[in-house]
């Protein structure tokens, strides 16, 4: 039997659900779509942060924060993250930037639940198996106020 996975948008409501499971589960998501044609590469990236948790009844509860998405033509050579002068692509940069921010909002989330005494894990990946995430918000640490953007091209 495959568990139910229930999404939340509000974080304190899954806190509120999550009270006897084993741990919270918190990670940064990247997601990689891509779509070639003979001649180009089109990627599509999502980076986000979730939190999720495993109760003993076996459901599965998620919570997700996309930060940035955003698509672009893939260079020639894979693993070209520069341009022809040398200096980083502007995908580059906002790829980078999208995990710097994921990561201060991982460490925020991890410190301010650890102060209400949950079991915070940051290692341990509940896989999930979801066509497209809910949105989610939080009022326990301050989000990023361009949390959510997106582009079709940079």
């Known amino acids: 039997m495959s568990p139910l996975v229930l999404q939340y948008v509000h974080l304190e409501n899954l806190l509120a659900e999550a009270h006897s499971a084993d741990a919270l589960r918190i990670h940064v998501l990247e997601q990689t779509e891509t779509t070639s044609s003979n001649v180009l590469t ?13 109760t003993p009844n ?4 998620s919570w997700h924060f996309p930060l940035d998405k955003f698509g672009f033509y893939a260079p ?62 939080t009022r326990l640490v301050p989000l990023p106020t361009n949390g959510s953007r997106t582009t079709e091209a940079t």
Do not use: F
Request: proline share 4%; hydrophobic share 35%; with cysteine.
């Open 58 to 61: 076996q459901r599965v509860l």
């Open 76 to 137: 020639d050579h894979p693993g070209q993250s520069h341009s022809a002068n040398g200096q980083r692509s502007p995908e580059q940069k906002r790829y980078d930037a999208a995990w710097e921010e994921a990561t201060r909002l991982l460490n925020s989330l991890v410190t301010r639940l650890r102060q209400e005494e949950q079991t915070v894990t940051t290692d341990g990946v509940i896989e999930l198996q979801v066509a497209s995430y809910l949105p989610g918000t």
């Open 42 to 54: 089109w990627r599509v990236i999502s980076i986000g942060v979730c939190v999720r948790a495993i």
